[in-house]
């Protein structure tokens, strides 16, 4: 055994260990941005604990990422299994009653409500208008400015596609209605609501969402 051979590919092993970032390279995306939606709406949760608590098998993840419908059922697993009093719908953007028109009026009701989350599922060749990128990509929505008709979209990988960025929501809707070709269905989003309202205003208290942000990309810094 040539042991200098050796010590030099496991010295290129492990520069390649550093170069790599855990969440993307493993498709994690849908489940980092699960954990976070859990954390902006106040109760802190982990990827790790996704994986457990749902009882996840890693290969479905690994291989070939998960589906909107099976990130949904990964949501509803942990919302049960830990009894958050949260409500949970999935959009899939191929329903008919699923336009443009309708996406714009969820949005604007969405980043004026502190109650709820909403996880979006796109192509990011579309939402970025990059033909080299990979495809289907998690993230949550943060903003929409009514004027420019632009949203603003908190990224679960912000190395890769930086903390916050823009793009308009004519472009973005398409980038939901694009068709994922592991389920033949329509991308789209899943919306995590509080059954109670929460009373933050005027009490000083830190609204989880600033709480998941300032967790989420200090993680990824």
């Not at 509803?76 to 008919?96: A, C, N, W």
Request: charged content about 25%; proline content about 4%.
């Amino acid at each position: 055994m040539d042991l200098d051979n050796l010590t030099q590919i496991s010295r290129r092993d492990l520069d390649m260990i550093q170069l790599h970032q855990f969440q993307q390279p493993i498709y994690c995306c849908n489940v980092t941005a699960i954990a976070y939606a859990f954390t902006a709406l106040g109760y802190l949760t982990t990827v790790d604990e996704i994986f457990y608590v749902a009882q996840l098998p890693i290969a479905s993840v690994l291989d070939d990422g998960m589906t909107l419908a099976e990130t949904y059922d990964t949501c509803l697993t942990y919302i049960k299994r830990k009894q958050l009093p949260l409500s949970i719908r999935v959009e899939h953007f191929d329903k008919p009653s699923m336009t443009l028109e309708a996406f714009i009026r969820e949005v604007e009701a969405a980043v004026g409500d502190e109650n709820d989350v909403h996880i979006l599922n796109f192509n990011t060749r579309i939402a970025h208008e990059n033909p080299s990128l990979e495809g289907g990509h998690f993230s949550l929505l943060a903003d929409y400015n009514p004027d420019t008709q632009e949203i603003t979209i908190a990224d679960t990988n912000p190395k890769r596609y930086t903390r916050f960025w823009k793009c308009p929501i004519q472009r973005l809707y398409a980038a939901c209605v694009d068709k994922d070709s592991s389920s033949n269905r329509s991308r789209g989003m899943i919306v995590l609501r509080r059954l109670e309202a929460a009373n933050l205003a005027g009490e000083g208290v830190v609204h989880p969402a600033d709480i998941a942000l300032n967790e989420l990309h200090s993680n990824n810094e």
